[in-house]
């Protein structure tokens, strides 16, 4: 695939309903010179009265996007940390309506962060499907929440859950890996938008110490084919990695180290301010990094 292919990838991408708070928020780190941060907890763990208390922690500490990670029985994609924690929200009675109807919760508090922070609905495909993709996308959209990220959809297969989402203005996030060819790297980034998650590793979800020494060559790859937002997650755990990733990305996810802050709490009022205090100290160090375009 040659780079003269990119500015058409580029501008399917952005002919997506991407002009809510997502594309605002990246706006507005642009703006500052900023790193974003994007904070994913699994929702129902071990409560959803208790997400939403950590969710509303998170937002008010710095976290500029929220992922809200629906339980699975089988969540493939992740490592151990964030399975347990599903199979904890799952005995807890989390449900795919549950987790949207947390959403409009966090809508409602209009005297909190959590009430204008984009909200993402991070959910592998089949309790999607299961709930049918217009009834979904009508139940997502009317609650507020800001886009979906369906872990397990391919773009081959996206077609019918693309214009179901973006008819409700919801932008559709895909994922992007090392492994992924520049023609599927074309495919991706004309399905996206909002903003585009490159998996930073080969594997499953979970904190590491280091971040792989090719991430940067990998991300000025990635660039080639889109001019949205580039998202770095898996392995992202402490502010060093951020610190790092102000030179490469638009922001950093961070997933696994927020849900073993969760896992580790006696209570939802320990989880909340163990939360608010990780999220406080990466978000530190994103603003002390300047988020720029690798060239």
Not at 7 to 30: M, N, Y
């Amino acid at each position: 695939m040659s780079e003269t292919a990119a500015p058409k990838s580029a501008a399917a991408s952005e002919a997506s309903p991407a002009a809510g708070r997502i594309a605002r928020c990246f706006r507005q780190l642009s703006a500052r010179g900023e790193l974003g941060l994007v904070a994913y907890v699994t929702a129902g763990d071990p409560s959803l009265d208790a997400t939403e208390r950590i969710v509303v922690a998170a937002a008010e500490s710095g976290a500029d996007v929220i992922e809200l990670g629906v339980p699975f029985s089988d969540p493939v994609a992740d490592g151990p940390t964030i399975q347990r924690a599903s199979d904890r929200a799952l005995r807890a009675g989390a449900t795919l309506v549950s987790v949207i109807d947390l959403v409009r919760r966090l809508r409602a508090r209009t005297s909190s962060a959590a009430a204008d922070v984009p909200l993402i609905l991070f959910s592998y495909f089949n309790p999607i499907l299961q709930m049918g993709l217009d009834k979904f996308a009508d139940a997502a959209s009317e609650a507020g929440a800001d886009g979906v990220l369906a872990t397990d959809l391919t773009p081959e297969e996206a077609a019918d859950y693309r214009a179901a989402m973006h008819a409700r203005n919801l932008d559709t996030i895909f994922l992007a890996a090392p492994t992924s060819t520049d023609e599927r790297l074309a495919k991706i980034a004309e399905c996206s938008s909002g903003f585009l998650y490159l998996i930073s590793r080969t594997g499953v979800t979970g904190a590491r110490s280091a971040l792989p020494e090719d991430l940067p060559a990998l991300a000025r790859r990635v660039r080639r084919f889109t001019k949205l937002p580039l998202a770095v997650g898996f392995g992202i755990s402490q502010p060093e990695h951020v610190s790092v990733l102000g030179g490469i990305a638009d922001a950093a996810v961070v997933g696994s180290a927020i849900v073993a802050e969760i896992e580790k709490s006696a209570s939802a009022k320990e989880a909340a301010a163990n939360v608010a205090r990780l999220i406080g100290s990466l978000k530190d160090a994103a603003r002390s990094g300047i988020s720029r375009r690798s060239s």
